[in-house]
């Protein structure tokens, strides 16, 4: 079983800090998504990333970066924490194209900015 | 705006109704997906559709291509307790190839007791 695991569950912090969402996923995928997911939008798109140190922006990457050092590992920066990025963020991994392929999602992290 | 929306954006229903919700575009998609969040944990795929008329079903889930490929629908019959949860539809981002996949405004499935 594929397995997606993102490191915190639940996170709180303070306006203005520098906050890292970490992810890991042990099969090896080429593929790695980050999304936000909030109440009537949705999950929308990030950032992606379809190699190690290759990125592209999603659909909302104001305010984030991502870091992409190693396969298994995608990171989401949240360089100085606003409280409109208080959400549900959602880490995904897919190995090879949407037609034999689907998306594997991690638990989330819900991230409450104060 | 958003690409992809859903109705209802809620359903209130009893167990072992049978429930229909559906996803609309202005744009076309050639691949509609439906994904399914159980409380707590991300979202799973249940069925991918990749022409224009299909029809596929997956257990008590029936998911259909609408014709004009810019809407989807999908139909749970005799609903259960475990299919509660949120329902989203995706398809791939028009003009950006396979990779990346837009989410739909998801249907939340709540079941009265």
């Known amino acids: 079983d594929v397995k997606v695991t993102q490191s915190s569950r639940y996170l709180v912090k303070r306006t203005g800090e520098k906050v890292f969402l970490e992810c890991v996923q042990d099969?090896?995928?080429?593929?790695m998504f980050w999304y936000r997911q909030d109440p009537g939008l949705g999950l929308r798109l990030i950032y992606f990333?379809?190699?190690?140190?290759?990125?592209e922006k999603g659909d909302i990457p104001e305010g984030y970066s991502v870091s992409r050092e190693k396969k298994e590992r995608f990171s989401l920066i949240l360089e100085s924490a606003s409280t409109n990025q208080t959400s549900m963020y959602l880490c995904?991994?897919?190995?090879?194209?949407?037609?034999?392929?689907?998306?594997?999602f991690g638990n989330g992290t819900r991230l409450t900015v104060t | 705006g958003q690409l992809l929306n859903q109705s209802p954006q809620s359903m209130f229903i009893q167990e072992g109704e049978d429930v229909s919700m559906n996803c609309t575009s202005s744009?076309?998609?050639?691949?509609w997906l439906w994904y399914k969040q159980d409380p707590g944990e991300g979202p799973v795929l249940l069925i991918a559709l990749y022409k224009a008329g299909e029809l596929t079903s997956n257990g008590r889930l029936t998911a259909q291509f609408g014709i004009t490929r810019k809407d989807s629908f999908l139909n749970i019959s005799a609903s259960i307790p475990s299919d509660v949860g949120i329902y989203f539809c995706?398809?791939?981002?028009?003009?950006?190839?396979?990779?990346?996949?837009?989410f739909g405004t998801g249907t939340r499935l709540t079941i009265i007791p």
């Open positions: 099969m090896d995928h080429e593929n």
């Open positions: 744009s076309i998609f050639n691949t």
């Open positions: 990333s379809y190699d190690v140190k290759m990125k």
């Open positions: 995904a991994s897919k190995g090879g194209s949407l037609y034999n392929s689907p998306l594997h």
């Open positions: 995706a398809g791939p981002t028009p003009n950006f190839g396979n990779e990346k996949l837009t």
